[in-house]
């Protein structure tokens, strides 16, 4: 195939960023051009999601924007991902706009996928490939990385599809991780993501997820290691002890509880409690007083009554995390929770994540104004055009997840860290400016 200009449109989440990325670094492998400038791109590829309905419109909206590019530069459009993995049967003769499908995994197909489709065919390729040993083309800045230690699920809660579309859980041999590692060069922040982190290696027999950490610590390359999608029950007293005493892991854990309420929990598949929340929450301030703590949850799952959503918000006032995401629940088919009696009315839904907003927006600000007048270490991601200032983060700000340091500064560089003097705070944002040391 002659050398072609790419454009790749990666939705989702950020383990959908990592297989984007593998693809990219396919494409350079190649000898092929990437470009930003979607209009440029004689081939389109779309990684899509299909975790919720709104994720599946936002894919096939991204697909037909894409088509309208053809009688330009546009040749071939490949759709890749979760939405073909799990309805290529409804997607392929209905998305005629596409020329090449491909699985989550298929990322040793796609050229040979686009030599037939650029011979006539129209191609339906999914689960014929595999990424292992795709090096990746890292799409983030610098000196932040992600690091996707899994694949798949095994929690098997009611409302959730990733089972069905990623498959199993299987933990990556912890000699490739640690080698893709160190092959990302200087990096100031690892993020470690999968479905679930905290299972890595039980699908072997054995929870290897600690005894992870520290062989990446180990490595010179890598200045700090930011951990996601902890589940609590999996939290361990080694897990703790780590975040106790590895300087490199930063303190912060992010612990997806989806509810506070025991019976939405069980309703929901999920394991935990209230109770052992709680508990948990208590016990890794005892440990690490700094710790950070951010969470995700659902509202509106069927049979959620007005006393337990505020039963939720007490839980928020109780549990006083530091940034919390609340997504309406969305009934998806292939689901139990699809069949479930008490289906919350959509306006309910709505409100209900409104009001959780606002009762999380006021234990997060409170929660920053205690740094107003002292000084902390941000690292710097770039220039803000709109504040006319430099945007960083401290060590319980993830990285396009939670808030910003914001700072001014004689100059600053990406990727360095500063000590920032804290001026004000908003809900979830610090203002400041740089100090020497």
Request: overall charge negative.
């Amino acid at each position: 195939m002659q050398k072609k200009v790419f454009g790749v449109i990666s939705l989702g989440c950020d383990k959908n960023r990592v297989d984007a990325e593998r693809l990219m670094g396919e494409i350079i492998r190649r000898g092929h051009i990437l470009t930003d400038d979607i209009s440029r791109a004689q081939v389109v590829v779309v990684n899509t999601c299909a975790f919720l309905n709104a994720a599946r419109e936002e894919s096939i909206g991204a697909v037909l924007e894409a088509n309208e590019k053809r009688g330009g530069a546009l040749e071939k459009i490949v759709v890749t991902g979760c939405l073909p993995q799990k309805f290529i049967g409804e997607l392929y003769p209905a998305l005629t706009e596409a020329d090449v499908f491909l699985g989550v995994g298929d990322v040793s197909e796609l050229f040979p996928a686009l030599e037939r489709a650029y011979a006539g065919e129209r191609v339906n390729a999914v689960g014929c490939g595999n990424a292992f040993g795709a090096k990746r083309y890292v799409s983030t800045p610098s000196h932040i990385k992600y690091l996707k230690i899994s694949d798949g699920c095994f929690n098997h809660c009611t409302y959730c599809l990733i089972p069905k579309i990623r498959g199993k859980y299987i933990s990556y041999p912890m000699e490739e991780l640690v080698e893709e590692a160190r092959s990302l060069g200087e990096t100031q922040e690892l993020v470690l993501v999968a479905q679930d982190t905290t299972r890595y290696g039980e699908d072997g027999g054995e929870n290897l997820f600690t005894e992870l950490i520290r062989r990446l610590s180990a490595l010179e390359n890598i200045r700090h290691i930011r951990l996601l999608y902890c589940y609590p029950e999996a939290i361990t007293d080694d897990l703790i002890e780590e975040l106790k005493t590895n300087p490199k892991l930063l303190k912060y854990l992010d612990i997806p509880l989806q509810h506070s309420e025991n019976a939405i929990l069980k309703r929901m598949g999920r394991r935990g409690s209230r109770e052992e929340y709680l508990a948990l929450f208590q016990k890794l301030r005892a440990a690490v007083p700094e710790i950070a703590i951010r969470s995700t949850f659902i509202a509106g799952f069927p049979g959620e009554t007005e006393e337990e959503h505020r039963a939720l918000l007490a839980f928020l006032e109780e549990a006083q995390l530091e940034n919390c995401g609340f997504f309406a629940y969305s009934r998806e088919p292939d689901t139990p929770a699809y069949r479930l009696p008490g289906q919350v009315h959509p306006s309910t839904k709505k409100r209900w994540v409104r009001e959780l907003y606002e009762k999380q927006a006021g234990v997060s600000a409170a929660k920053l104004q205690k740094f107003v007048g002292r000084t902390l270490t941000a690292i710097c991601d770039g220039i803000d055009d709109g504040r006319q200032c430099f945007a960083g983060r401290a060590y319980f700000q993830a990285y396009e997840i939670d808030g910003n340091t914001f700072f001014t500064a004689p100059r600053a560089e990406e990727g360095k860290t500063y000590k920032v003097h804290i001026d004000r705070a908003e809900t979830y944002d610090l203002f400041g400016h740089t100090v020497e040391e």
